[in-house]
């Protein structure tokens, strides 16, 4: 492509101008080359024919890249182009900040804005740089994000001229700092930081001609972080304009410190100062403004209090301090007179109240200030000399003095700050702020302004080197060929400046000399530097010089130059206020050392002092001051070097206009500052190379239209935009592919744009022709389609008439018949009715007679059958005990006859010969005998045992058939009377009669128990000793070890006799004794403990004993147990007996009612009576389950007791059978009864104090919600069961200890799970609940309509729960928030990506205007992603039962935080405000709609939430061009704010080609009737996402009744008790 082809008719261009500095102007003829003019129109509609001398005039950018975000996008990259997208931004779009690169360009509106709330902060915190609109903010949290990620220190570089808003953007980045940051231990600490601020704008900063608010010195504000948290801050300040405490131009103020303190001359505090207004004072009235702002000034001075209480500077320090100040104002008013008209001498009056008041406050000698304001103190080599001073030399002392005061204190204050900000642990890494002043260039520029560009030449340099190497990096990186251009460099202008020999050398050298002057130092400087580039001499004869910095030339005048750098100060003023009274005076002049202040004497002429000092003082014993200059060039390198250290961010301010209007752009003063801040130079670098670079994917999605289909066919994107550039761009030098970007030439986008613009065109003018065909054929098809469905709806008209004509006449017929059959029908059913009434009566009336008759016999033969039978059991058994008590005696006696016998033979040997013939057999019988008796006792058991089953058998059925008597007996005061006797008498009798016999038999089985001591033991001490003294059997245990001593011995005896007998047959005795051996006598005892092994005959006779004792036990039991029955079947024959009388006085008593009374009378009182009987079935059932109870728990003692005894004896399960049997006949006693929680059928939990802590952790602090069957608000109702026992108990200290202890464990709970949804939601389920069940069994009458009346029943009767309800609310409503900012947490990372970045629909992404940065990545968090989120959350608060208003009040709040984060968002990004993505967004939106349908939450309030973005959306897509549409967005967005509305208008781009720009009479046309229509709402422009509706708690009275609550095992919860 030629050079000159862009050069077409119809391009414009850019043609400077004297007012606007450029202008636009179109090519009415295209450029040849050779031409000599361009022909041109211009925006007025004129010609012009502009020639063209060196180069043609720059291009004009396409539309769509003007309004670009980052200026080094645009295509063509020059001066206009910067300026005209800075213009239309401000004007337009009302856009104060613009990146240009790295900087960013930030113009002061001089106007407060929306954009820096909290909710802003918020909203750039964690985004990428490129993902929002420009924005302070967004480059602070690039460089917080840098530091965070690589550990390195950061720095923001602030700079611009006075009034452009440095100190304001310093503000709010350090505000994001402490903000976003927070602190890591302090917790005052970002307030610390912040309250710095006023404090150094009160005292270093005052109202200038360009700016109200200027500050005039240079501070570095770093501030430290440890672990992303803040934990200190330092300030470093440079070059404070001292000069201005003394002088102060017209229009302007000196220190807003000093009018702060005359505006609160009023404070009591202040009365002593001698303060007045600051008219009053000659070093505050020189600008003559000092009463503008004296409202504010007071107001200002409270702030400044404030903060410096919150820096920690005491109240005492705080007026010592104003004290210093008022005194310098004072010293101000100082008179000082000349003596004569030659100036020789001047003079103070010692009566001067001004002097009075500045010695008074400082607590100096007034006659010492007066003597050296006037004189000045001259040293030589032998002598002191007092030089008297003319008054204007006063004059400047006194001035110096001033400065040098202020200067102090300014310096103490930096210092103060600094160990007030400073972190004791130091920190790890930093962010700095370097607030500093701009290149400045007055029409008068003096020593200040010197040094403020030579600041400004050492930062345009680090500047240019960091842009040139940043530059150079990307294309290193992206590996595409670069050729390393040259940029301009300033360093011949520094060295100029501080080389050798340079400016500030020479200023040095001059300053030392005690001759040197301003005119002497010009020569010097024409005579070094006039052959330098940098340096020019001024033509006019004046001591001035020129330097040509890189913002332009700048002429300074030389005089003051040599006094200023000087800084001198009377070394004996100084030492007055040294030796002052006012300890911060002595602290503020003891910081430089004792040294003298002030230069080397000179030689005077003056008269020498009368008095000479008695010793010399050498001017080699002084010390020389760094001069001013010195100080600054070495805190400036000191600056340069920690700027180096640190990754540099800058930003420069642009003042817009000098009458610091609002919104007005002044085009020469903006190009100005443009060139000085170095924003042009970092645009002419990128133009160098390729200043235009998308990434592959970007370009596709914009450029897809003008890919051919072929190149589509590749997979690799790269590869397609390769292919695609080829065919576009012939020239590969216009262009390169690098790794991950396409880098273009400066005017190859705006080609490509073009080419777009065209293809996009063709398109839509295809589209039209075939849409419009399409609506001829469509009106059509309607209008025939409207013909035929006229024709079609008049026929059936005349059809559906006559249709009703017959209809009609067919009516009356149906109506008539149907009347007649209707009126026969009636009578019928009603005879019908009549009869069947009757025969129902009759029939009822038979069978209830038939039914008493069948029930009274049935009764009569099952007692008749109970009685006899147990009158034959009854004689059986006592028969069949006599016959085994009789065979037990004989059986007795013959043995102890044939034992006597038996003894008598063994002492005879022949005998025992004999015997020894048959031992075999005698043995053999002995053990057949043995066996026998075994049998004869298991018999004898198995009889025990079916006389108690029996017993039991027959208890329970003479109860059946009381409870069968009980039926049909009436329900009346004597049978209630003649029952509860009968219960009362039977459960005594039967108590009394059982525990006896229980007792009997635990001492019949202890003496059945005791064990058989073995081998020689003969004593059971030993066991006894085991026991601990302890056991309840001990007095048994004796008798029957007493008794075993004695069968012992004898045994022992018998032994012996046999051993010396039976020795010759002993091997032949062994077989057949050796099975009695192996038998073990406690297994035919029944007893659990070993015995010896039967060693002889004895030892089996003896064991026959045995066993005939154990048979008398067991006989003696048998006849006890038949005595207690037979007294108990007697009771009950009685209690039969006078049931059956009063069964019959009762028969007699119905039949009476029935002959007195009618039949339906009688049918209600016996189903009255029939439903008081039933109460008692369920009373006797309460009864019997209390006995199964009471039968657990003698089972669980008969257990312990066998424990017990288990040490000493081991019980046979047939001797322990039979207490079994006896535990499971007892009836239980009446008292309470604790048992282990299976499950709880009672209305209150049984609890003691002491339980408490156990209760919480095992339904609070350990709980673990159950299966997904099970009651999700258990929790809620174990503790109010156990509240309605301490109600019950009436110990309302118990119940609030209760509920204190279970509040404070659920917010123990929420502290540690404050992250997890499912938690938090379950506990506040929990914590409703039980709020709900204080409120619907408590006292309160509006709670009780739903209860049912077994629900009433368990009413709270002595606790007023109202104090817990209201603790209970508070907590419901601390963990609804908490709900809801756990959610919130989820929900925010993915708010943005799902709503915002998503793109559903394909294809409209390509619309989205170049220019704007922005992440070509896909979208982290889909919108399916949101909606599973959302679903989850509703899933977890119906899982957990929580009320579905309560959740539909958090599903409220959660569409709050997506809508209001959306809109914010919206506002805040300029790519969002465009027509394609408005349908996006409309798209997103109506697909959480669907979800809130398909979820059932339609009436949730979640529309009224939606409702500002979908108008928001609405407003993107509506036209906007005439006024009749702004009328109709005005109508339509009622809910969106003024501010809003207009802010999307600003921002909101049209696709190219397509819409139109909108157009600022538009703009300020809706702007107009929006205030008209709505008046002044509050100017905010974002949505207050951290704002929470108020929660309402609803009653819902819970359907489940207390006493059907059952507890799971798993809860362990064994020591509550169900009563």
């Not at 008598?904 to 005998?929: N, P």
């Amino acid at each position: 492509m030629a050079a000159g082809d862009p050069y077409v008719q119809g391009a414009r261009v850019w043609i400077p101008d004297c007012s606007e500095v450029w202008k636009v102007a179109e090519i009415t003829r295209s450029y040849k080359e050779g031409d000599a003019v361009l022909h041109l129109r211009l925006e007025d509609g004129s010609t012009l024919a502009y020639p063209i001398e060196f180069q043609l005039p720059p291009l004009c950018n396409p539309d769509c890249l003007s309004g670009a975000d980052d200026l080094v996008v645009l295509s063509y990259l020059h001066e206009p182009a910067v300026l005209h997208s800075l213009r239309r931004r401000f004007l337009e779009a009302n856009a104060i900040y613009t990146y240009c690169g790295i900087v960013l360009v930030a113009i002061n509106p001089y106007k407060p804005l929306p954009i820096y709330e909290e909710e802003v902060i918020y909203a750039y915190s964690g985004r990428e740089m490129g993902d929002m609109d420009p924005h302070i903010f967004a480059l602070a949290e690039e460089a917080y994000k840098q530091m965070v990620r690589f550990g390195k220190n950061q720095s923001l570089i602030i700079s611009g001229e006075s009034g452009a808003g440095k100190t304001v953007s310093a503000k709010y980045a350090m505000r994001y700092f402490t903000t976003v940051g927070g602190c890591l231990s302090d917790s005052s600490m970002e307030e610390k930081v912040l309250a710095s601020s006023p404090i150094m704008e009160a005292f270093g900063n005052a109202k200038t001609t360009r700016n109200d608010n200027s500050s005039r010195f240079g501070k570095y504000i770093e501030i430290g972080f440890s672990q992303a948290r803040v934990i200190g801050a330092t300030i470093k300040t440079y070059l404070l304009e001292k000069s201005r405490v003394t002088f102060q131009a017209k229009a302007e103020r000196n220190y807003h410190i000093f009018y702060q303190l005359c505006a609160s001359a009023t404070l009591p505090e202040l009365q002593g100062l001698g303060l007045r207004g600051a008219e009053f004072f000659h070093y505050t009235c020189q600008g003559r403004c000092a009463t503008a702002q004296s409202s504010k000034d007071a107001a200002d001075f409270e702030s400044t209090r404030n903060a410096f209480s919150l820096l920690g500077v005491p109240e005492a320090d705080q007026l010592d301090l104003f004290t210093i100040l008022a005194a310098i104002l004072h010293l101000g008013n100082v008179v000082v007179r000349g003596k004569d008209r030659r100036g020789d001498g001047c003079v103070v009056e010692p009566s001067d109240e001004a002097l009075g008041l500045f010695c008074t406050l400082l607590g100096i000698e007034a006659s010492q200030v007066t003597r050296w304001l006037c004189h000045r103190k001259l040293v030589t080599a032998g002598e002191t000399y007092l030089k008297p001073l003319s008054r204007q030399q006063a004059l400047d002392s006194r001035d110096a003095l001033a400065k040098h005061m202020y200067g102090q204190v300014f310096r103490w204050i930096v210092s103060r700050f600094n160990r007030a900000l400073r972190s004791p642990e130091g920190h790890h890494t930093s962010i700095g702020i370097l607030d500093i002043y701009g290149f400045e260039m007055f029409e008068l520029n003096s020593f200040e302004q010197f040094c403020i560009n030579y600041a400004n030449e050492k930062l345009q340099q680090l500047f240019n080197l960091h842009v040139f190497k940043l530059e150079q990096e990307e294309y290193v990186t992206e590996e595409i060929p670069w050729v390393f251009v040259d940029f301009c460099d300033n360093q011949p202008c520094i060295e100029l400046i501080e080389g050798r020999l340079g400016i500030l050398d020479l200023l040095n050298e001059e300053c030392k000399m005690p001759t040197g002057s301003d005119g002497s130092w010009a020569q010097k400087l024409y005579q070094t530097h006039l052959g330098s580039s940098h340096f020019q001499k001024p033509k006019r004869p004046t001591d001035a010089f020129i330097v040509c910095h890189f913002a332009g030339k700048v002429e300074y005048q030389c005089e003051g130059f040599v006094e200023k750098n000087r800084d001198t100060v009377p070394e004996e003023l100084v030492g007055q206020l040294r030796a002052s009274k006012s300890a911060l005076l002595a602290e503020l002049f003891l910081e430089d050392g004792d040294g003298p202040m002030s230069l080397q004497s000179r030689r005077s002429s003056g008269p020498r002092m009368a008095g000479r000092l008695s010793r010399r003082s050498l001017p080699g014993s002084q010390k020389m001051k760094k001069s001013i200059s010195s100080q600054f060039k070495a805190s400036l390198k000191k600056l340069m070097e920690m700027l180096g250290s640190t990754t540099s961010h800058y930003i420069r301010c642009i003042k817009p206009n000098d009458g610091k209007q609002p919104f007005v752009f002044d085009s020469r003063r903006a190009v100005e500052q443009l060139r000085a801040c170095g924003v042009l130079e970092t645009i002419r670098i990128s133009a160098s190379g390729y200043p235009s670079r998308w990434s592959y994917q970007e370009f596709l999605e914009r450029y897809r239209a003008l890919v051919s289909r072929e190149e589509l066919m590749s997979t690799d994107v790269k590869q397609i935009c390769s292919l695609a550039l080829e065919r576009l761009l012939q020239d590969p030098n216009k262009y390169q592919c690098g790794k991950r970007k396409v880098f273009f030439r400066a005017g190859q986008v705006a080609h490509l744009e073009e080419l777009r613009c065209q293809r996009l065109r063709a398109a839509c003018t295809l589209l039209q022709q075939h849409l419009r065909g399409w609506l001829a054929r469509r009106h059509f098809a309607r209008a025939r389609a409207a013909a035929i469905c006229l024709q079609r709806h008049a026929r059936g008209m005349l059809a559906r008439r006559f249709v009703r004509m017959l209809r009609r006449t067919r009516a009356a017929v149906m109506l008539q018949k149907t009347l007649r059959m209707v009126l026969a029908r009636r009578s019928y059913l009603c005879t019908r009715q009549a009869v069947i009434t009757i025969q129902a009566f009759a029939r009822g009336m038979f069978a209830r007679r038939l039914y008493r008759q069948m029930v009274w016999h049935q009764k009569a033969v099952v007692i008749q059958a109970a009685v006899r039978g147990w009158l034959a059991r009854s004689r059986y058994s006592r028969l069949r005990g006599a016959v085994i008590y009789l065979q037990c005696c004989y059986r007795r006696v013959q043995a102890c006859r044939e034992l006597r016998r038996l003894r008598a033979e063994a002492r005879s040997v022949e005998h025992y010969k004999q015997l020894h013939k048959g031992m075999e057999i005698k043995v053999i019988q002995l053990q057949c005998r043995l066996d026998e008796q075994a049998q004869e006792k298991q018999r004898l058991v198995e009889q025990l045992l079916g006389l108690n089953t029996a017993h039991a058998e027959e208890v329970q059925r003479l109860r059946a058939e009381i409870q069968q008597l009980k039926e049909d007996v009436a329900r009346d005061a004597q049978v209630q009377q003649l029952q509860e006797r009968l219960v009362e008498v039977e459960m005594h009798s039967v108590k009394s009669s059982l525990d006896q016999e229980a007792k009997e038999l635990r001492q019949g089985l202890e003496d059945l128990v005791q064990p058989v001591p073995e081998g020689p033991q003969p004593s059971g001490e030993v066991m006894l000793n085991r026991s601990g003294g302890q056991d309840p059997f001990e007095k048994a245990y004796l008798l029957l070890v007493g008794q075993l001593e004695a069968v012992n011995k004898e045994l022992a005896r018998t032994r012996e006799e046999l051993q010396r007998s039976r020795a010759p047959v002993e091997s032949e005795e062994r077989k057949p004794l050796s099975f009695l051996k192996r038998r073990n006598l406690s297994e035919m005892l029944g007893l659990g403990r070993s015995l010896e092994k039967v060693a002889g005959d004895d030892d089996l006779k003896h064991a026959y004993d045995a066993v005939q004792v154990a048979n008398r036990l067991l006989v003696r039991q048998l006849q006890e147990e038949k005595q207690q029955h037979d007294e108990e079947v007697e009771g009950l024959h009685l209690d039969i007996c006078s049931l059956k009388q009063l069964s019959q006085q009762q028969t007699a008593l119905l039949q009476d009612l029935q002959r007195q009374q009618g039949q339906e009378d009688l049918q209600h009182h016996v189903l009255r009576l029939k439903e008081e009987n039933w109460e008692l079935t369920q009373r006797l059932e309460k009864q019997e389950r209390t006995t199964v109870k009471l039968q657990k728990q003698l089972r669980v003692y008969v257990k312990q007791i066998q424990e017990l005894t288990g040490k000493c004896l081991h019980v046979n399960r047939d001797a322990v059978r039979p207490a079994q049997e006896l535990v499971s006949a007892v009836v239980p006693s009446r008292s309470p009864v604790v048992s282990p929680l299976a499950g709880l059928s009672q209305a209150m939990l049984a609890w003691r104090i002491e339980d408490e802590g156990r209760i919480i952790k095992a339904i609070i602090t350990d709980y673990k919600p159950q299966s997904p069957g099970a009651l999700p608000d258990l929790p809620a109702y174990i503790l109010f069961l156990c509240f309605r026992h301490a109600d019950h108990c009436r110990d309302e200290p118990r119940a609030r200890s209760l509920l204190d202890a279970a509040i404070d464990a659920i917010k123990r709970v929420m502290k540690k799970h404050s992250g997890d949804f499912d938690t938090v939601a379950l506990w506040l389920a929990n914590t409703c609940r039980l709020l709900n069940c204080l409120r619907q069994y408590g006292q309160d009458e509006r709670y009780w309509q739903e209860n049912t009346a077994r629900q009433n029943e368990h009413r709270l009767q002595n606790v007023d729960p109202q104090s817990s309800c209201c603790s209970l609310g508070v907590l419901a409503v601390q963990l609804y928030q908490q709900l809801i900012r756990t959610a919130e947490k989820s929900l925010k990372p993915m708010i943005v990506a799902a709503m915002l970045e998503s793109e559903p629909i394909q294809g409209l992404s390509s619309s989205c205007p170049p220019g704007h940065r922005r992440s070509s990545s896909t979208p982290a968090h889909p919108l399916p992603e949101l909606l599973q989120q959302l679903s989850s959350f509703q899933a977890a608060l119906e899982r957990y039962g929580l009320f579905p208003s309560v959740g539909h009040q958090a599903l409220r709040q959660l569409l709050f935080l997506i809508s209001g984060t959306t809109l914010n968002y919206l506002l805040l990004r300029k790519d969002t405000c465009s027509w394609s993505r408005g349908i996006q967004l409309r798209y997103n939106i109506s697909r959480l709609e669907q979800w809130l349908r398909a979820e059932g939450l339609q009436q949730s309030g979640a529309h009224e939430v939606l409702e500002p973005l979908l108008q928001a959306t609405q407003l993107l897509q509506v036209k906007k061009v005439t006024k009749e549409d702004a009328g109709a967005l005005c109508s339509l967005c009622t809910v969106l704010t003024p501010q809003q509305v207009v802010k999307i208008l600003r921002a909101y781009t049209p696709a190219d080609g397509l819409e139109e720009r909108i157009s600022p009479s538009f703009i300020s046309s809706v702007e107009k009737q929006l205030q008209d229509q709505y008046g002044e709402r509050p100017r905010q422009l974002l949505v207050d996402t951290s704002h929470v509706f108020p929660v309402h708690l609803p009653f819902a009275a819970s359907p489940l009744h207390l006493d059907e609550l059952r507890i799971p095992n798993t809860l362990n919860l064994p020591f509550l008790v169900g009563l």
